[in-house]
Structures are given as C-alpha cells and as structure tokens.
C-alpha cells in the first residue's frame, strides 16, 4: 500500500500564533508532495507542491510567506500556517507521489479552526 | 487549461441498484485519470488510476472505464457502504498537479 499519515488532525490556535502541520509517507518514499485546502462542499484546491530539498512552488494567490512549506526528507513535509487568522480556517490536505509513479496519495487531512 | 466536469452533482441510490457516475475532461495530453473517494472529514482514498482510452480497471463493485473524452465510474449492486463523495482527477504531460472536478456525492439507501 500506500500510507500518507498527518499531524495533527485536529488543531485550534488564537489569532495570530502560527501551527505546523506534519505529513509522512509512511511506506514509501515521495520525492514531490503537494498541499492542498478543502472548503465546505467543495473540491480540493491546490496551493503548492514540494520537491524533497528544494523550494516549494505555490499557486497563484497563494501567500509563500504565510504558508511556509518545508520538504526536508523523502518522507516528511511541513506546513506551518504564520499568524494564523480566522479565514485561515479550513481543512488542509497533504498528498504524496512515489517517485517515477503519476498517483498521489492523500493523507487523511488536518482540521484547522482559528478563533 | 485542464477542466474536469463530474456529473451528476448528486446521486440517490437505493442499495442493489446500480448506476454510473460521469467524469468529461479537457487537457491537452493525458498523462493519467485518476478516481478516489472521499468520506466526510477525511482525506481522498485512491481508488484508480486510468492512462489510455479503453483501459478499464475493476476493484468490488466498483469499474472505471475510459475513452478520449471522459470517463464513467460504475457501481453494480451499490451497499450503503459505498456512500461517499467520488473525485475525478486528471494530470497532463506537461504537469504535476492534478485539476479534479468537483465531485458527485453518492447516498445509497438501505
């Protein structure tokens, strides 16, 4: 198989603290992983993909200095949201690709509510 | 630009009673065509992956088939089970990033 962990699941900060959101690949090793946020009753939206030891590419409209992503090993990327408001809320989905392979796997997604 | 268009939004079942969720998508080349399911709160499952017109991958009750210009996902025999949000995805040649369409949300009544 292919497991794709995140942690946390579930996290709830105040205004204006960042949060790190972790993704593994448990079974494999991904040389590109993508992030991607989920609005209520909407399909996932892209906002960067990561390669293992080099600089995340973000979507247009996507802010790299609020969003800071971090691809230090084969198997772990990071997400940490800074200063984190209340329309930063929403569901953050990471996937994983294995190297030479076109399936992402997707981990099983963090919940983030900022009051 | 890539656009994947899922149909129908929304799909009642009753269990046995099968049916078959649409996938049409433009790109300029198919790099692969990709299916998951999601269940509320949490993240996509991997169901299939498709590269070529004609292929066609099976997995329970579920078969993915696919032509030049869209592809189906049929259920046969649905169980209440099997409810959930199916996503369509697909990549290009030219890409990495998937565009997935925007979903059909399957309820299969007992």
């Known amino acids: 198989g292919a497991v794709v962990s995140q942690h946390p699941s579930r996290v709830i900060c105040k205004s204006g603290t960042s949060v790190k959101i972790e993704c593994r690949s448990l079974?494999?090793?991904?040389?590109?992983m993508f992030w991607y946020r989920q609005f209520p009753k909407q399909s996932l939206m892209l906002m960067a993909t990561?390669?293992?030891?080099?600089?995340?590419?973000?979507e247009q409209g996507v802010e790299k200095d609020k969003f800071l992503i971090n691809h230090a090993s084969l198997t772990l990327s990071t997400l940490t949201v800074t200063s984190a408001h209340p329309e930063d809320s929403s569901f953050y989905i990471c996937?994983?690709?294995?190297?030479?392979?076109?399936?992402?796997?997707f981990g099983p997604g963090t919940r983030l509510l900022v009051l | 630009e890539d656009q994947v268009t899922q149909s129908p939004e929304a799909l009642r079942l009753q269990e046995g009673e099968s049916s078959s969720l649409n996938c049409s998508y433009t790109?300029?080349?198919?790099?692969?065509l990709f299916w998951y399911r999601q269940d509320p709160g949490k993240g996509p499952e991997f169901l299939f992956t498709?590269?070529?017109a004609g292929e066609e991958k099976e997995k329970e009750r579920l078969k993915a088939t696919l032509t030049k210009k869209e592809s189906f996902l049929h259920i046969t025999a649905p169980k209440p089970e099997d409810s959930a949000t199916y996503l369509c995805?697909?990549?290009?040649?030219?890409?990495?990033?998937?565009?997935f369409g925007e979903g059909t949300q399957l309820t299969v009544n007992p």
């Open positions: 996937s994983a690709k294995r190297t030479g392979q076109e399936t992402q796997y």
């Open positions: 079974d494999f090793q991904a040389t590109t």
């Open positions: 990561s390669n293992e030891g080099s600089k995340a590419t973000y």
């Open positions: 790109v300029s080349g198919l790099r692969g």
């Open positions: 498709l590269y070529s």
């Open positions: 995805a697909v990549k290009e040649t030219s890409g990495s990033r998937l565009t």
